[in-house]
């Protein structure tokens, strides 16, 4: 609905172009300095780089305003063509038509959509006036919506509260009004001779409210020579409203109205040149995104399963390597691979570590320290802190000391002098005989595994 | 809005399809994750442990092989003792031997000594630990006598671990 056709063709330039009788108005827009500029062209030159934007007229055309009875706009759309068809006097089948606008409304339980469309025979008709002038826009904009549109760019005051506006834009064969309120576009007539009495007819319910203030432009190319002091008179008096403003530049008006709605967009978006009559560059286009698209997609597709399948294969190689290893070390410790199954491995070799130990641990003794060192030690030790050792009882895990020293002192100082790296001490009091001067001591040193 | 041509169509049946399944793999690949690290990280952890047992088992093995190259010539204990302990006439001897394992066994024997010098206790026990194979002191006990530097009696048990081949030369 709200495109922009520069996207979609990546133009940079665009023509807007609009026949008054067989004379064409082309305008040329451009962005500078990301401001929207304008040039009048005396003809096409358009490049590749350029659209072409055109539109059906008032007379030749439809808007509607629809009230669907749905809160949410993305269902309200869908009803759209169903409530579109009730309204129009010929089947919706033969015509173009786009969803211009979807606003919510007050009551919060309706939608009120803006559709533009005309007949295919009234599009085609266009179509073959614009090809015989030598001009084949890509663009088909709807003249009342596209002056409205171009109001509210050159005259923002226009979208005030309680503002109701309206456009005159006189051209040799026609005169169209469009009318809006509050900045939103109401709706859009066609005449074909400026007569007063015929727009007063057609004016009036808008102007019906005392409480807006009132607002009126006049555009087109022939703005200069209907607006005589004469008509203007006759028409403020009649409408009871003030002296249409000239906009600027009014002949060129609706050009630049479809020139900068083709190149910008804007709120009010549409082209009714789609469907059949979209032109095969389009199509083209449309085709080549799409495809663009789906290949962005498969690309990313495929490097999602490229880096699962990394993933997949580094993770199998990285369990598999560990795995080896633990396997291997296994083997070497087991020595039979069977007696190592899957996951099992250190299990494995720890048992069979325990096993070999138990039996081979007296292998091994001759590669410990001596006892005999740490016998002897006890006893120099004991005799430099004037201890007394009764008895000492030792195997390869244990030595067990009984005597007595001179005090208590002394027992401890032993206790911390055999203290070492691969053995603990422990230091207990021993009930001396009741005779007995010098405490009784048991030192137990244990070896640490 | 005119439908695409088929081979458009197809290719974004093949595109969806791709990305689909892409995005499929990935998210259980991401879920995997965690509990693969975990178990990577037991499995280094178990590694570690395996090296540190199979280090064990080395010095194992490098025990086994340093007993079997002792074969060299040995003086009994008993001649020993007596060199040690001259005049000490109550020598009490006590001798086993047990498989350890088929073809290794472990010779033991206790001998009881009294009223001898520690001093001399210790190098007996140097002299002995110096055979090939040694002679290990393995348990025992020992009293004090009344006089310095002598022991009242003492108990002691050697064991030596024989290799295969090596028949038992005392």
Known sequence: ?????????????????????????????????????????????????????????????????????????????????????????????????????????????????????????????????????????????????????????????????????????????????????????????????????????????????????????????????????????????????SEPQAVRDPESFLARACARRALMGDAYQLNLRSGKFQIEEHKLQASRRARHTAVVLLLAGLALCTSSAFWIWAENRRSAELQGVSRQLAESIVGNPKLAPPGQELLAAQRSIEEQKTIYAPLLAPFEPPLSDVLQRALSSALQNGANVESMTFNGISVILHGQAPDWAACERLSVALREPAWTTRLERKDAPSMASRPAFVLRMTRIP | ??????????????????????????????????????????????????????????????????????????????????????????????????LLAPGWRINRLTLSLADVPADTVFRFLAAVASNNPPWNLESGNLQSGSASGRLARIELTLSRVQSPGVGNAE
């Open chain 1, 1 to 241: 609905m709200n495109y922009s056709p520069r996207l979609l063709l990546n133009r940079i330039t665009s023509h807007g172009v609009d026949l008054d009788g067989n004379t064409p108005i082309i305008v040329e827009a451009f962005t500078r300095n990301g401001r929207i500029a304008y040039r009048k062209v005396s003809s096409d030159n358009s490049t590749r780089k350029t659209i072409v934007a055109s539109c059906m007229l008032q007379r030749e055309s439809f808007t509607r305003w629809i009230t669907i009875p749905l809160a949410a706009p993305r269902k309200a759309i869908r009803v759209v063509s169903t409530l579109l068809d009730i309204q129009l006097p010929f089947a919706l089948d033969k015509c173009e038509y786009s969803v211009v606008s979807v606003v919510g409304n007050r009551d919060s339980k309706s939608t009120s959509a803006l559709v533009a469309g005309a007949r295919h025979s009234e599009i085609a008709s266009r179509l073959h006036l614009l090809s015989a002038a030598g001009f084949s826009p890509h663009v088909m904009d709807q003249e009342g919506i596209a002056l409205w549109s171009q109001l509210i760019e050159e005259e923002p005051q226009v979208t005030s509260a309680n503002v109701t506006a309206v456009l005159f834009f006189f051209a040799s064969n026609r005169t169209t009004i469009s009318i809006g309120q509050n900045g939103r576009f109401v709706a859009a007539h066609s005449v074909n001779s400026p007569d007063v009495s015929m727009l007063q007819r057609i004016l009036r319910p808008y102007l019906a409210s005392p409480t807006r203030s009132l607002m009126a432009f006049r555009s087109g190319p022939s703005a200069l020579t209907v607006c005589t002091p004469l008509f203007l008179s006759d028409l403020c008096s009649s409408l009871q409203i």
């Open chain 2, 1 to 98: 809005m005119k439908p695409l041509p088929r081979s458009v169509q197809a290719l974004w049946l093949i595109a969806i399809s791709a990305f689909l399944i892409g995005t499929v793999s990935t998210i259980i690949s991401l879920m995997q994750m965690k509990s693969k690290m975990s178990t990577w990280h037991r499995k280094s952890r178990d590694i570690y442990q395996l090296s540190a047992l199979r280090t064990e088992r080395n010095r194992l093995q490098a025990a086994m092989r340093m007993h079997e190259q002792w074969r060299g010539p040995m003086t009994p204990v008993q001649n020993m003792a007596g060199t040690f302990f001259p005049g000490v006439s109550h020598v009490n001897w006590k001798e086993s031997s047990d």
